[in-house]
């Protein structure tokens, strides 16, 4: 899966919990905690996401994701891009 | 105001809010009870028996709308509606309707414009096992692998989510918590509301009564152990809550929330608010029964104690918004029992069941009901009694097909619970 893939949802996932966020505003070295998503929020959406592409990565793989760019690339990884 | 300090502090209540099948607010839950209007239809999506469940349902838009216009008309500070935007966006609809009753009472009790320190303010939100829906919904992704699982469900299976998202957003800092009692959880609330305030533990008690929202699987555990009705008149939706007719065949889900703001004496002087009844107290007891079949001494030893503790006689009462949960047990049960009681007067005591016209709303019928008995004290009249063509007992005074205008000083609100939980609560009217 391509990271523009994964990016897309990714961002599909932000919007569902948080609608008030423009998805047009989000780039890829603001952390989710920037977009203003609390720790159970940001736990969330990672979720979110690994379903929606069907990957599997075990949560403590994004304890050191600092930013959207890390969170990609882990998922990217997994999903063996 | 009157000031005889009997028993504790006096308890008065100073706001209301509610939301049925039927009614968005107060006042339309007024003008249903004056006409007799039902709300009960399909409950979609609900199967019992392989076909669609009857019952009251709350439309999950209605809910979210209604929230919205309340929170537009109660004008709150915009970091207070961003809260509830975050907080409701993906709540279950029993929050949302709790959110949405909260918001009405507290525009009646004026406690938006003259509040009260959050650390004196309590919450009680009545029922319990408020989530099954949730975990309906949560299931799929569960079973798709344990990765999957959201971490909201921790906070959302647990009823305390119910307690938390309330007090978060209407800054409730004071005693709070969820009380069950099954179908008497509503005034197992209000009782315990009644005694933080006559214990001064807090000076106002918001109660709120959680809409039973429940899946196809408890509904049909309740057939399957006898207690649903809805087969005769599985196509006149309308017809199958029938509160102590000889057609009744068991209770009818009504989906609805409620909530009641309790507030001592001492606060509505100090704030200068007008209160609407007051609540004179409750008695809850158990029968010791872990089946569900009620007990005529159970409900007549609670009934005659709650009149004996306030030095009323039976014929100080003029009004009991029954249990009538429509169940033929539990309906001639009561009824006998009041006749036990109300040995001198129960041929001109009023007698209706507000659930002919909800369904039965479990968690809060207890808050629904007795928002039904104050509006009926308030604007003197009992609702009519939809329905009950030919009663299972005679001689009793019941409300009739159209409202009747009736003067009530004291009245009761009953409810009963499965686990042999037996309640009823006692208002005097101002």
């Not at chain 2, 009790?109 to 650390?119: C, G, I, N, Y």
């Amino acid at each position: 899966m391509s990271k523009v893939d994964v990016f897309s949802s990714l961002k599909e996932s932000i919007n569902e919990l948080l609608p008030d966020i423009d998805l047009a505003d989000i780039n890829y070295e603001e952390s989710l905690k920037d977009l203003g998503a609390n720790s159970v929020d940001r736990m969330d959406i990672i979720i979110e996401t690994m379903e929606k592409i069907n990957v599997r990565i075990p949560l403590v793989e994004f304890g050191n994701a600092k930013c959207i760019k890390n969170i990609v690339d882990i998922m990217c990884r997994y999903s063996g891009e | 105001m009157q000031k005889k300090k009997t028993n504790g502090n006096n308890v008065y209540v100073t706001g209301m809010g509610v939301l049925t099948s039927s009614a968005r607010n107060i006042e339309e839950f007024s003008s249903d009870l004056i006409h007799g209007k039902s709300g009960i239809g399909i409950l979609k999506g609900k199967i019992v028996n392989g076909r669609d469940a009857v019952g009251a349902e709350l439309d999950v838009e209605m809910v979210r709308n209604n929230l919205r216009i309340h929170i537009e008309n109660a004008a709150l500070p915009e970091d207070t509606i961003q809260k509830i935007k975050k907080c409701s966006h993906r709540a279950s609809k029993s929050i949302k309707a709790s959110l949405s009753c909260v918001a009405e009472a507290y525009m009646q009790a004026e406690l938006f414009r003259q509040p009260v320190p959050k650390e004196r303010i309590g919450l009680i939100v009545a029922g319990s096992n408020l989530t099954y829906k949730i975990r309906e919904e949560y299931l799929s992704s569960y079973l798709n692998g344990f990765e999957y699982l959201s971490p909201y469900y921790a906070l959302r299976f647990l009823d305390t989510d119910h307690v938390g998202v309330i007090s978060e957003i209407y800054d409730i800092g004071g005693e709070g918590f969820t009380i069950g009692g099954a179908s008497a959880s509503g005034n197992l609330a209000i009782i315990k509301a009644h005694q933080l305030l006559q214990l001064g533990i807090v000076d106002v008690c918001v109660i709120s009564g959680a809409v039973a929202e429940l899946t196809s699987m408890e509904l049909q555990g309740f057939y399957n152990i006898g207690a649903l009705g809805g087969r005769k008149y599985a196509d006149f939706p309308e017809l199958a809550s029938r509160p102590f007719d000889r057609g009744h065949e068991g209770f009818i889900l009504g989906e609805a929330s409620g909530c009641i703001i309790l507030e001592s004496e001492a606060s509505v002087v100090s704030r200068n608010v007008i209160p609407l009844v007051k609540l004179l107290g409750g008695k809850n007891s158990l029968d010791g029964n872990r089946s569900s079949n009620p007990s005529l001494d159970g409900e007549i030893n609670m009934m005659r104690a709650l009149l004996k503790e306030h030095s009323l006689k039976p014929d100080d009462i003029s009004y009991i918004n029954a249990h009538g949960s429509s169940s033929p047990l539990g309906d001639e049960t009561e009824l006998r029992a009041i006749k036990n009681i109300f040995k001198s007067n129960f041929s001109s005591l009023w007698i209706n069941s507000t659930k002919s016209l909800t369904g039965h709303c479990l968690y809060s019928a207890g808050i629904v009901e007795a928002i039904a008995t104050i509006i009926q004290m308030n604007k003197g009249f009992v609702h009519p009694a939809k329905n009950l063509e030919s009663p299972i007992l005679e001689g009793f005074l019941f409300s009739s097909k159209t409202s009747a205008l009736v003067d009530m000083k004291y009245t009761l609100s009953n409810s009963f619970g499965f686990g042999g939980i037996n309640s009823s609560v006692l208002f005097k009217n101002l």
